[in-house]
């Protein structure tokens, strides 16, 4: 069940297709690649109260304690991500090519649902799996920020999604500029990179570099198939 709810959002018997059993994951970063960098670390800017503590591990805990701050309304705040969230120019391309060549994506993100659910309402999107914290409303204003599906924040929800994945047999590609997703780089098969994350992830027979999501696409046209294979061959020889 949990497989199923990684890969499609939704239970089998809710209506999702039962996939095959190794997928090929095309992993999207939020920050830097669904949207122009900076969008979260501006909108705690905007509205939370006090910078959060700098002794908090995780950008989640980061994160839930400045969201916790916040007092203004969740439409004002959404309203606000409309006005300022800038979507990289070849997204809907890049996501529609990757669908039709056999590639499953997923935004998987500790950036707040507030910043990627408004984003990605676009009805283009309406088939991309996303996952990334969730925010109740509490009060009037209050707003708390958790982890989907229930993962501890301590643990950090990243790596528990790239387990989990890993663990199901299935192919990931990470596509990311921050460096706060190397531990998620790290455990990709092969990694389309930018920005920060480049300079700390360093070369690798499977690293790429991107400037735009046309750049990316170009990597999975050349390299993806290849990826496929070889890591298809690799996982039989294990069983």
Known sequence: MWKEYLRGGVAPEQ???????????????FEGVVVEAGLTNALLKEFAVQPPMASLKHP?????????????????????????AMVR?????????????????????TAPDLCVETVLEDSAFDR??????????????????????????EEGFLLSYAAALRDAGDLIVYVGQQEDGLPVAHTAYANCTGGALTQALGEGPRSSNFETLEDVRKVLEKEGEAW?????????TKR
């Open 15 to 29: 209506g999702s297709a039962i996939l095959p059993r190794m997928a090929s994951v095309l992993w999207l970063d």
């Open 128 to 153: 991309v799996t996303r996952h990334c914290g969730r925010t109740q409303q509490i009060y009037r204003w209050r707003l708390t920020y958790s982890s989907p599906k229930g993962i501890e924040l």
């Open 89 to 109: 120019p070849g997204l809907e391309d890049l996501v529609g090519w990757a669908q039709w060549h056999g590639w499953l994506p997923i935004i998987v993100s």
């Open 60 to 84: 989640e805990l980061l994160l839930a304690a400045a969201i916790s701050e916040f007092e203004a309304p969740r439409t004002v705040v959404e309203e606000w991500v409309r006005d300022h």
């Open 228 to 236: 496929k294979s070889a890591f298809a061959t690799g996982a039989s």
